[in-house]
């Protein structure tokens, strides 16, 4: 079955356009079928962004898996001194992110690849709500990944729902960086730090 974390997407295209408040700013965002949260900026990746936010990061930041572009546009709107990446597998959320970063005039470089290490970059911060719906392997692998692109004392932000393994991927991100931290839990979220 076809879902947001194949490289290509079987379902037709119907795009849709909407506006979405942060704070004070606005942004209009393309959307489509085949991608992560069509028509709207799900709860989870709200609550990663207003985390990081409230964080000390670093200049250059990874939206790793970051679909149609809103966390990472986001921050690059509200901190446009940041340098910030965007990745992810899936082809047609490419198309978009791409589109939504002239729509709300951000400048973001957006690149489609299945693993971030063939990039040449090293980050400071990397944010990721992980793709549940593609299976544990495949997130800790993208953990690992993770791992491998930060710069040493870099982060990983993660946001994760307890019914979805939010213990588990504690414990998994714990044998991979030398500190992880609960930051908060919030309905059900739990928003996870680790550190390299």
């Given amino acids: 079955m076809s879902h947001y974390f194949d490289r290509e997407v079987a379902v037709a295209s119907s795009e849709e356009t909407f506006d979405y408040h942060f704070g004070n700013e ?8 085949g991608v992560f949260s069509k028509g709207t900026v799900d709860h989870a990746s709200y609550l990663l962004i207003k985390q990081v ?3 000390d990061i670093g200049k250059d930041i990874l939206d790793y898996g970051c679909g149609w572009g809103p966390v990472g546009i986001i921050l690059k709107r509200l901190h446009p001194e940041l340098a910030i990446d965007l990745v992810d597998v899936n082809e047609r959320a490419v198309h978009l992110a791409q589109k939504n970063a002239l729509l709300n005039h951000t400048a973001v470089d957006i690149y489609q690849s299945e693993d971030i290490r063939a990039l040449n970059k090293a980050y400071d911060d990397i944010i990721l709500n992980p793709p549940i719906r593609a299976g544990k392997v495949v997130i800790y692998d993208m953990y690992e990944k993770a791992h491998d692109v930060l ?13 979805h393994g939010a213990k588990s991927h504690f414990a998994r991100l714990k044998e991979l960086f030398e500190d992880v931290v ?3 839990r919030v309905e059900g979220n739990w928003l996870i730090k680790a550190t390299k």
């Fill in 182 to 184: 609960l930051l908060e």
């Fill in 26 to 33: 606005k942004f209009t965002f393309k959307t489509d079928r």
């Fill in 53 to 55: 936010l409230k964080s």
């Fill in 151 to 163: 710069n040493d004392h870099g982060h990983l932000y993660i946001v994760i729902k307890v019914k």
